[in-house]
């Protein structure tokens, strides 16, 4: 049995310490069993992202910051096999951030990324999270942080049915690449 997190993280400015949404699904043997998002105040009101996923400093500033954010949803990435993400390096570099900015652990698991998956399984290129969605037959919202998230636990579970989840690779703490087995 395999259980993963698929994450997803929207960021306020090019600074990977400004995450301003977050979306975060648990999968148990291909099943969703939890869901969850949560906007985020990020430590400045300086936003240059707002066209892209609509979110504004209005809108967060009153919100929780991400350690208080993290406290409460950190439960959906214990003990999981890996974390999913679609550019899972990004989706990496704004959690290393932002859990060293609020002091609290990151996660032991390594990252999967569903890009490279993507390739691999079905060769789809480009790899744009909207072209593999859509290509999939997946719903999404692009930009909206759950339904990337959630897009992303699709991807994985749709590969794991082509009896393919031994190559979803992965970036380990340290950046090598290599295959979950």
């Known amino acids: 049995m395999t259980t993963f997190a698929a994450i997803d ?6 600074s990977p310490g400004s995450a301003c949404a977050i979306g975060i699904v648990r999968v148990e043997d291909d099943i969703v069993v939890a869901r969850e998002s949560r906007l985020i105040r990020p ?10 996923h609509g979110i504004t400093w209005k809108r967060v500033a009153r919100e929780a910051s991400f350690g208080d954010v993290w406290r409460s949803l950190e439960h959906l990435c214990e003990g999981v096999d890996f974390i999913a993400a679609h550019n899972a ?3 990496e570099q704004v ?21 490279a ?4 399984v079905w060769g ?8 593999v969605a859509e290509r999939l037959g997946i719903a999404l919202k692009h930009h909206d942080a759950m ?3 959630d897009a992303c636990a699709r991807i994985v579970v749709l590969a794991n049915g082509h009896g393919r989840a031994s190559h979803i ?13």
């Open 147 to 149: 339904s990337d998230a």
């Open 89 to 91: 390096s990004f989706d």
């Open 43 to 52: 430590p400045s009101s300086d936003f240059v992202f707002t066209h892209i």
């Open 9 to 14: 993280f929207e960021t306020a400015n090019h």
């Open 117 to 120: 998956l993507a390739r691999r």
């Open 124 to 131: 789809i290129y480009p790899t744009r999270l909207e072209v």
């Open 169 to 181: 690779p992965s970036t380990s703490r340290t950046g090598t690449r290599r295959n979950l087995q």
């Open 95 to 115: 959690l290393r951030a932002c859990c060293g900015a609020a002091r609290v652990a990151m996660p032991a698991a390594r990252f999967a990324c569903t890009v």
